[in-house]
């Protein structure tokens, strides 16, 4: 449409009824978004703080092999065996613990490296301060381990999983004992067989243990007893042997010098009494800048973990936001669409007797004849006076609504008032010779002028509808108080009648009613504190009035 100045003007979005699922995944996304940027920050800070753990423990263990170092190069020839076999254990511990490989040259001489393969260590000193380690000879006599049950114990995936970093541990535990994840196992030495003078040995029986339940779940004699240079030992209790599978190689190494100027102080050693060597010897390992790694590679369970939750919080809160959101506008939607079927409903029933009394009035016009001028007459005012009802019907309705009216509560004898109602509608009864029968007795605290305006709607909505030549039941309990009649409206859905506007049959305009009445009632017995229960049961209607 246009205006006076020639512009178009926009017309009025239509309310529209709200659909859940829409809103639930507008908000949804949005919070996701939200929530995984969050997410994405937490990582990014846990990301910080593991490289910061990582590179902690590299420089830890790479100082503890330049102990053991410093150890071996001051020890005396008797010792360097012994001194040696720990430097070789700190070399194993540094793959161990970094998963970098590492070696030992001395200018560009390799002195030692960190072995390839499944290495497994134990300590088998009491002595602490003085350890013995032994070494796997060979990690084929683990293959007995690795075919029992099709490799479902496979010491070297479950000595892969065990290392991972403390937190990221803690969750593959977690996930497992939740069946996320496939269970992992630890091997339990029970018997080793050792060869003291090269400080390797053969594994006799392994125990497996289940991770999660730290329960022995089979048990596996890996190689037979040795009789020739291995000694059988016995652990006291089962022992926990790990090691280090797929070492990184020589690619990417970086350096650690250490010439002879350097002191041990520098090494992070406490004790000063080690005396000056006249080598110059570095440590050599592969680097990873954890810095530059992606936290997806290093913590992926972590990642998921926190993600998840990200994702339950923006789902929670989506939900809480949808649901809100979903009700204000549903609630905007039914004032709307009660707004307008309202409108229509009351513009419906007054059009019907306008468009006769514009008839009867055209008649008269142009009629002269006596009698037809008094029945056109007598029509004009049976429609002034339905349209005076209907006018006066939809003023207490919105009275009724509004909940303008204060209640007073006073005692009230229940079968008085409905007897009083019942007479007052005498004359619509005796038309269709409905006989009202009331049975019981019963008193309320309640507000008469409400409680007397429902009641009123109530007989009078039977009066209009109920079956002619039948009984109308009334029967008067503690609990309230139920009206029975049989109908001929087909009604659809009894709890639709309760709304305003709204008839058993879906014709309007009769002379029965605007459909105000039950809603009145409803709305009268609500402010009065009570319950107005209808059911249809066939052709029997039922309105139940509950203190």
């Not at 512009?7 to 507008?26: D, V």
């Amino acid at each position: 449409m246009g205006n006076r100045n020639g512009k178009i003007k926009k017309r009025k979005k239509t309310i529209k009824k709200p659909k859940f699922l829409p809103e639930l995944l507008k908000f949804f996304a949005v919070f996701m978004s939200i929530c995984f940027v969050a997410a994405l920050i937490t990582l990014e800070m846990y990301k910080r703080e593991t490289a910061v753990i990582m590179n902690n423990r590299q420089t830890e263990y790479r100082n503890k092999i330049g102990k053991c170092m410093i150890d071996y190069l001051n020890a005396d020839d008797q010792d360097k065996d012994k001194f040696y076999n720990r430097l070789e254990y700190s070399l194993t511990e540094f793959a161990v613990v970094t998963k970098e490989y590492c070696a030992i040259y001395f200018g560009d001489d390799k002195f030692t490296e960190t072995p390839s393969g499944y290495l497994i260590a134990a300590d088998i000193s009491e002595d602490r301060d003085n350890p013995h380690y032994i070494f796997l000879e060979d990690d084929l006599y683990l293959t007995p381990l690795s075919l029992y049950e099709k490799g479902k114990y496979d010491p070297i995936k479950s000595a892969a999983r065990n290392y991972s970093l403390d937190y990221c541990r803690d969750l593959d535990y977690d996930a497992m004992r939740l069946g996320l994840l496939p269970t992992a196992y630890k091997c339990l030495y029970e018997t080793v067989y050792i060869d003291y003078d090269t400080d390797r040995f053969l594994p006799g029986e392994v125990a497996v243990s289940n991770w999660d339940h730290r329960n022995i779940v089979a048990t596996v004699q890996c190689a037979p007893p040795k009789s020739v240079s291995y000694t059988e030992f016995d652990f006291d209790e089962r022992y926990t042997v790990e090691g280090i599978s797929g070492n990184k190689t020589e690619d990417d190494i970086y350096i650690w010098y250490y010439e002879d100027e350097i002191t041990p102080f520098e090494l992070d050693v406490v004790d000063n009494s080690y005396n000056f060597w006249e080598f110059s010897w570095s440590i050599r390992t592969s680097y990873t800048d954890y810095n530059k790694v992606s936290v997806f590679t290093y913590l992926p369970w972590t990642c998921v973990f926190v993600i998840g939750i990200a994702a339950v919080a923006a789902f929670v809160i989506a939900l809480v936001a949808a649901v809100i959101s979903y009700n204000h506008k549903k609630t905007i939607w039914e004032i709307f669409e009660y707004r307008t079927k309202t409108t229509a409903a009351m513009a419906h029933d007054l059009k019907t007797p306008l468009a006769a009394m514009a008839a009867y009035a055209e008649n008269l016009e142009y009629d002269v004849n006596t009698e037809k001028r008094a029945y056109y007459s007598s029509r004009i005012r049976e429609n002034i006076d339905y349209m005076s009802k209907t006018v006066e019907g939809i003023l207490d309705f919105s009275k009724s609504e509004t909940g303008s009216v204060k209640a007073e509560i006073a005692e009230i004898d229940v079968r008085d008032l409905i007897q009083k109602e019942v007479e007052a509608a005498d004359e619509l009864f005796a038309r269709l010779e409905i006989n009202v029968e009331i049975k019981g007795e019963g008193k309320v605290k309640s507000d008469r002028e409400l409680l007397e305006q429902a009641t009123r709607n109530l007989i009078g909505n039977v009066a209009k509808y109920a079956r002619a030549r039948t009984r109308v039941d009334i029967e008067i309990g503690k609990e309230g108080f139920t009206i029975t009649n049989l109908t001929d409206q087909k009604i659809k859905d009894a709890s639709k009648l309760k709304e305003p506007f709204v008839k058993g049959e879906e014709s309007r305009g009769s002379e029965n009613g605007s459909g105000l009445g039950l809603s009145i009632a409803d709305n009268c017995l609500a402010a009065a504190g009570h319950k107005l229960d209808i059911k249809v049961e066939g052709d029997k209607f039922i309105a139940g009035v509950r203190w």
